[in-house]
């Protein structure tokens, strides 16, 4: 069973970027869709962003236009590049597959944006 570990986050002002990391423990070419996820305090778990093996993108209107996913196949690692981040990206940020395809969460990596 795929595992994935999380990586990169931190405090950062507002208006700040950051890179997340999510490495998978097999090669992610045999993963077609990686999704990122955040959770923040008191709120559910929402999907902000997805990639394909063929490329495709997704991103939860709340990020449009802020971040992008990327994924290195050579890494087995898919990235989550931030900008223009606000208090409201505040969360812990995972990585997962998606729908029925979803294993156990890993710890995920705290995302605090404030001034």
């Known amino acids: 069973q795929v595992q994935f570990v999380e990586s990169g986050g931190g405090l950062v002002q507002p208006g700040g970027s950051l890179r997340l990391s999510c490495t998978a423990s097999?090669?992610?070419?045999?993963?077609?869709?990686v999704g990122w996820y955040r959770q923040a305090p008191g709120k559910q778990r929402e999907r902000v962003a997805t990639t394909t093996t063929g490329g495709g993108t997704f991103y939860a209107d709340s990020v449009k236009g802020r971040f992008t996913v990327s994924r290195d196949n050579a890494k087995n690692t898919v990235y989550l590049q931030m900008n223009s981040l606000n208090p409201e990206d505040t969360a812990v940020y995972y990585c997962?597959?998606?729908?029925?395809?979803?294993?156990?969460w890993g710890q995920g990596t705290q995302v605090t944006v404030s001034s």
């Open positions: 997962n597959n998606i729908g029925s395809n979803i294993v156990p």
């Open positions: 097999v090669s992610i070419l045999s993963i077609y869709t």
